[in-house]
């Protein structure tokens, strides 16, 4: 591995680190507030509805931020592997720049353009 791959390496683990940590962070926020949701004693209407509503988004956001660690514990397993920057249906190198704005990219540009036609 050269030094400028190496480097590029290092990168993409810090960057899935700080992410994991962002995710970690959301994740024990979100449980917290649902933890509050279970706690609600029924009111009125409006309130109980409007509690419901929030007790949703709250659930739905834990959701992403379960799946956000999922993607990122799959490139921290393709980095480990020798397989990270490798298009999971044509194989060949996902292009650095998605890479670097996409750290958990597992497909290049085209496949994924294909894969969200079908």
Do not use: K
Not at 35 to 43: M, Q, T, V
Request: glycine share 6%; net charge neutral.
């Amino acid at each position: 591995m050269t030094c400028h791959a190496a480097r590029r390496i290092g990168q993409f683990e810090q960057q899935l680190r700080r992410a994991r940590r962002e995710a970690y962070d959301a994740l024990i926020t979100a449980d917290g507030e649902l933890a509050g949701c279970e706690r609600h004693h029924p009111g009125d209407f409006l309130d109980d509805a409007a509690t419901h509503s929030a007790c949703r988004v709250l659930a739905n956001l834990e959701e992403r931020d379960r799946r956000v660690l999922a993607e990122i514990d799959a490139a921290e397993a393709r980095l480990a592997t020798g397989t990270f920057g490798a298009c999971e249906i044509c194989t060949r190198p996902i292009a650095f720049a998605r890479l670097r704005a996409l750290p958990t990219a597992r497909l290049c540009v085209s496949c994924e353009a294909a894969s969200e036609r079908t």
